[in-house]
C-alpha cells in the first residue's frame, strides 16, 4: 500500500560531500544563500537533495525521496507486502548513512514531506471500462482533470495538499506486454500531513509513523468513501461503459451494434417490420451477434455490471492480528469489552487514536465476520 515518499532532516553536522553529482547556488525565504546539492536527481533511487548555508552548517537539512516498491525490488505491479516496506526502509537507511554520513538517523526517525498510498488490481481487458466509469467520479472540492493515457487525477485547489488518482500501471511504465493493472494513488503533500497526523493519528509526523498498515488503509478508505466506492455492490454500466465494452467484443462496428442494440430493446422485430430503421437482414444479423455475446440476455435491464473493487481491508486486519469475528472474547483483552471498546481497541490496533470511526472498514469486517 506504499509507494513514493519523501523525507526531510535537520542536519548541522559535517558529510561527504564529495558524492553528490551537481549543485548550484539559490535563495531561500529569508534570502540567505543556499548551496543545493543533489545525487541521483533525475537517476535512480534514492535521490538526496542536501541544502547548506554558503557560510557554516546553520540551517543545513537533508532532503531524500524513494519509492518503497523499488527500493524492496518488488514486481513492477506487485502490492508491497509489510516485509518488503520494512526492507526497503532499511536499504534507504543504509544507503544514507554509507554515501553521507554514518551518523544519520534511521529514515523511519526523519519527518515526512510527502507520502503516498496505492493498491493495484488486475482487471484485464475491463481497464477502459473502469476508468471510464472513474472518470465521472467528483471528490469534493479537489479539481478533476485527465492523468497519462485514459487516468483521472483530482488536485487540491492549494499547491502542495493532496493527489488521487486512477490509471493504468502498465501503459505508465510502457509494458505494453503486462497484464493490465489499475493503480489507485493517494498522494499526501506536506500540507495535507499535520492534519493527518494530529487529527486521525495522534502521532509525529515521521516517516515510521506514516507508513504503519493501519494509517495507510483508513487514509485510502475516506478517500473511497467521498468518491462513492464504499456503496458499490457492482458498478452499473451505462452508455458510455456499454460503448466500450462492446467496442471490446466488435472493434470498430461497435458504434453499429451499440445502435442495433438501441433499436431491438426499444421495438424489437418493429424495428425493421414496421419502422424501417434497419432492413430485417441487419436486425437478425445482428441479433444473433448482440444475443452471441449475452448482450440481449436482459432487454429490460442494463448490461451486466463491472465487479466493484475492494480495498486490502482483511489483508491489514491480518497483519495487525485483528481477529475475526471481532467479539469481546477475541479481542486482546482482560476484561469483556463491550461493543464500544471493542471498536476503540480495533482503532487503537489501526493506529487511528484521534480519527472518526470509517463506515466503509466497518461495514468491510461485517462482511469479513459474516464468511
Known amino acids: 500500500m506504499y509507494d513514493t515518499v519523501v523525507a526531510t532532516l535537520d542536519w548541522e553536522h559535517p558529510i561527504d560531500e564529495g558524492v553528490m553529482q551537481g549543485g548550484r547556488v539559490v535563495r531561500d525565504l529569508h534570502g540567505l544563500g543556499m548551496v543545493r546539492m543533489w545525487y541521483n536527481q533525475s537517476g535512480d533511487w534514492p535521490r538526496v537533495t542536501y541544502f547548506r548555508p554558503e557560510r557554516g552548517l546553520d540551517g543545513a537539512r537533508l532532503r531524500v525521496e524513494f519509492s518503497i516498491p523499488r527500493l524492496a525490488k518488488c514486481g513492477l505491479y506487485h502490492n508491497p507486502t509489510e516485509a518488503d516496506k520494512e526492507a526497503a ?167 453499429g451494434a451499440y445502435h442495433a442494440l438501441q433499436c431491438i430493446r426499444l421495438y424489437g422485430a418493429a424495428a425493421h417490420r414496421v419502422h424501417g430503421v434497419m432492413s430485417s437482414n441487419t436486425y437478425y444479423r445482428w441479433k444473433r451477434e448482440l444475443t452471441k455475446h449475452n448482450y440481449t440476455a436482459l432487454m429490460d435491464a442494463q448490461y451486466e455490471g463491472l465487479l466493484p473493487l475492494e480495498l486490502p481491508v482483511l489483508e491489514v486486519f491480518n497483519t495487525l492480528n485483528v481477529k475475526l469475528p471481532l467479539t469481546a472474547q477475541n479481542l486482546d483483552a482482560g476484561d469483556v469489552l463491550s461493543p464500544n471498546d471493542a471498536q476503540k481497541n480495533l482503532w487503537e490496533k489501526l493506529g487511528l487514536a484521534g480519527a472518526a470511526p470509517s463506515k466503509y472498514l466497518m461495514a468491510r469486517l461485517g462482511a469479513y465476520e459474516a464468511r
Open 89 to 255: 526502509l532499511d536499504v534507504a537507511t543504509v544507503f544514507l548513512r554509507e554515501r553521507l554520513s554514518a551518523d544519520l538517523p534511521d529514515i523511519r526517525m526523519w519527518r515526512a514531506a510527502r507520502v503516498d498510498y496505492a493498491y493495484n488490481w488486475t482487471v484485464g481487458a475491463d481497464m477502459l471500462a473502469y476508468l471510464t466509469m472513474l472518470q465521472k467520479l467528483t471528490l469534493g472540492s479537489l479539481v478533476r482533470t485527465a492523468f497519462a493515457d485514459a487516468g483521472v487525477v483530482w488536485k487540491g485547489k492549494r499547491k502542495g495538499t493532496r493527489w488521487v488518482k486512477f490509471y493504468d500501471k502498465s501503459k505508465e511504465l510502457g509494458d505494453g506486454s503486462a497484464a493490465a493493472v489499475l493503480r489507485f494513488e493517494v498522494s499526501n503533500f506536506r500540507k495535507s500531513l499535520p492534519y493527518m497526523c494530529q487529527r486521525w493519528f495522534c502521532c509525529e509526523q515521521t516517516v515510521g509513523e506514516l507508513v504503519r498498515p493501519g494509517r495507510a488503509l483508513y487514509c485510502m478508505a475516506v478517500i473511497w468513501a467521498k468518491l462513492g466506492l464504499d456503496r458499490a455492490t457492482a458498478y452499473d454500466v451505462d452508455d458510455d461503459l456499454l460503448l466500450v465494452r462492446m467496442h471490446k467484443t466488435f472493434g470498430r462496428a461497435a458504434a
